[in-house]
């Protein structure tokens, strides 16, 4: 390993706060940041229709609870559903859907070219400002690893792609990642 790579790239407090910088960009304002979220808690518990609720308002550019959304396109990856299914959650909250609102029940895996889909949905609906994976489970590689390094590694690959393409990505973990985590 050279010198250069041992080196850390730091910079100092002064310059630091000189520095302008591009604020966040948030889809819900103070909630949910331009990155990666984690939707997570206990199974059945409502993520699913927690996720679905906010793809709707965002792309209603409506509030959600009392915070401001940023209005644009929303990409819903409902992966454990059907299309009865998720036609039918969606009619249970809104008698209309708008049409910045997407869906897709199937999608590749992370090692198998989800990253490239996304990027496609990204380039056809530039105002694209969140994209939900319910579950992670179902993106994870084919390799039935599930360390922490693992998970790292995926996710990151995720976030990387939101940072680069300036929208927020939300992951449900699947109920029983939830399990083996809370077992941990």
Same mark, same amino acid.
């Given at each position: 390993?050279? @010198?250069?790579?041992?080196?850390?790239?730091?910079?100092?407090? @002064?310059?630091?706060?000189?520095?302008?910088?591009? $604020?966040? +960009?948030?889809?819900?304002?103070?909630?949910? $940041?331009?990155?990666?979220?984690?939707?997570?808690?206990?199974?059945?518990?409502?993520?699913?229709?927690?996720?679905?609720?906010?793809?709707?308002?965002?792309?209603?550019?409506?509030?959600?609870?009392?915070? !401001?959304?940023? !209005?644009?396109?929303?990409?819903?990856?409902?992966?454990?559903? +059907?299309?009865?299914? &998720?036609?039918?959650?969606?009619?249970?909250?809104?008698? @209309?859907?708008?049409?910045?609102?997407?869906?897709? &029940?199937?999608?590749?895996?992370?090692?198998?070219?989800?990253?490239?889909?996304?990027?496609?949905? &990204?380039?056809?609906? $530039?105002?694209? &400002?969140?994209?939900?994976?319910?579950?992670?489970?179902?993106?994870?590689? %084919?390799?039935?690893?599930?360390?922490?390094? +693992?998970?790292?590694? @995926?996710?990151?690959?995720?976030?990387?792609?939101?940072?680069?393409?300036?929208?927020?990505?939300?992951? %449900? $973990?699947?109920?029983?990642?939830? !399990?083996?985590?809370?077992?941990?």
């Amino acid at each position: 390993m050279n @010198e250069t790579n041992k080196r850390l790239d730091i910079i100092d407090g @002064e310059t630091l706060i000189d520095m302008r910088l591009e $604020p966040v +960009n948030f889809c819900i304002e103070k909630l949910l $940041p331009q990155g990666i979220a984690m939707i997570s808690g206990a199974p059945k518990i409502g993520k699913s229709w927690l996720m679905l609720d906010w793809c709707l308002k965002i792309a209603k550019g409506e509030s959600v609870w009392d915070f !401001r959304s940023h !209005r644009g396109t929303t990409l819903y990856l409902c992966l454990e559903d +059907n299309w009865n299914r &998720v036609q039918s959650r969606l009619l249970n909250i809104t008698d @209309e859907a708008p049409d910045n609102m997407f869906f897709a &029940v199937s999608s590749c895996s992370l090692s198998d070219g989800l990253s490239e889909q996304i990027e496609s949905f &990204v380039l056809e609906h $530039p105002d694209t &400002v969140l994209v939900t994976i319910d579950t992670f489970q179902m993106i994870r590689s %084919a390799e039935k690893d599930s360390s922490y390094a +693992n998970d790292y590694q @995926e996710i990151e690959a995720l976030k990387a792609l939101a940072d680069n393409e300036h929208y927020d990505t939300a992951c %449900a $973990p699947s109920q029983k990642a939830d !399990r083996h985590r809370s077992a941990e």
